[in-house]
């Protein structure tokens, strides 16, 4: 527990290169089920080379912590699957290749079905936001976001995020700060843990002046 909240608490600080360590070291405490698998604390590992710009990275171990479930009972698979793929599917949409992204929001939509949170039969939506984000429909990505979000405030702050960063390209300012405004009243740990809170480039929002892309 302490590896895993003084990363989090650097990766909140902005102090990215500094929250790498402490992440590695946990993921080293947790072995995984099969030797082709990141156990599933690699998790905190995965979102600071994501915060660091290396989006491919962390998309490869977002992708092999799916196969090191951590439970035998189906609803909990599931909840696994999830949140690592879409995981993986934002990663993917920040390096650029959207080639997979439909298939991952299928999956993750069948999936969802199965868990028990609620959060879990929305992040579908997330995933074919970023997708039409990538196309250029930026109204049918606001839309995917908004479907994508089960609480403001505790819910997947990277949904918040997206939508907002969307929302900026749309000259909808006041709403995407609310949204801002209330991912940051939200949880920082979980899933309020995959959004940045302090910019640290190369991938918090760009300079005043210029549009997220």
């Given at each position: 527990?302490?590896?895993?909240?003084?990363?989090?608490?650097l990766r909140?600080?902005?102090?990215?290169r500094?929250?790498?360590p402490?992440?590695?070291?946990?993921?080293?405490?947790m072995?995984a089920?099969r030797?082709?698998?990141?156990p599933?604390v690699?998790l905190?590992?995965?979102?600071?080379?994501?915060?660091?710009?290396?989006?491919r990275r962390?998309?490869a171990?977002?992708?092999?912590i799916s196969?090191?479930?951590?439970?035998?009972?189906?609803p909990?698979?599931?909840?696994?699957?999830?949140?690592t793929?879409?995981?993986?599917?934002?990663?993917l949409?920040?390096?650029g290749?959207?080639?997979?992204?439909?298939?991952?929001?299928?999956?993750?939509e069948?999936?969802?079905r199965?868990?028990?949170y609620?959060?879990?039969?929305?992040?579908?939506?997330?995933i074919?936001g970023?997708?039409?984000?990538a196309?250029?429909?930026?109204?049918?990505?606001?839309?995917?976001?908004r479907?994508?979000i089960?609480?403001?405030?505790?819910?997947?702050?990277?949904?918040?995020?997206?939508?907002?960063?969307?929302?900026?390209?749309l000259?909808?300012?006041?709403?995407?700060a609310?949204?801002?405004?209330?991912a940051?009243?939200?949880?920082f740990?979980?899933?309020?843990?995959?959004?940045?809170?302090?910019?640290?480039?190369?991938?918090?929002?760009p300079?005043?002046?210029?549009?997220?892309v």
């Amino acid at each position: 527990d302490g590896l895993k909240w003084l990363s989090i608490s650097l990766r909140t600080q902005g102090r990215l290169r500094e929250a790498l360590p402490p992440a590695q070291r946990l993921r080293a405490t947790m072995k995984a089920p099969r030797e082709d698998a990141v156990p599933y604390v690699g998790l905190f590992e995965g979102q600071v080379w994501f915060d660091l710009g290396d989006y491919r990275r962390a998309a490869a171990i977002f992708d092999s912590i799916s196969r090191a479930p951590l439970s035998s009972v189906a609803p909990q698979i599931a909840r696994n699957l999830v949140w690592t793929q879409t995981l993986r599917a934002t990663a993917l949409a920040a390096a650029g290749d959207t080639t997979l992204l439909s298939r991952i929001a299928d999956s993750v939509e069948a999936w969802g079905r199965l868990s028990g949170y609620g959060l879990d039969r929305r992040l579908h939506h997330h995933i074919r936001g970023l997708l039409l984000n990538a196309r250029g429909d930026l109204e049918g990505a606001a839309a995917e976001f908004r479907q994508g979000i089960f609480s403001m405030t505790v819910g997947s702050s990277r949904t918040n995020l997206e939508l907002g960063r969307v929302l900026l390209c749309l000259g909808r300012f006041r709403e995407a700060a609310g949204l801002a405004e209330a991912a940051l009243r939200g949880i920082f740990e979980s899933t309020g843990s995959f959004m940045p809170r302090k910019p640290s480039w190369p991938n918090s929002l760009p300079p005043p002046g210029t549009l997220p892309v």
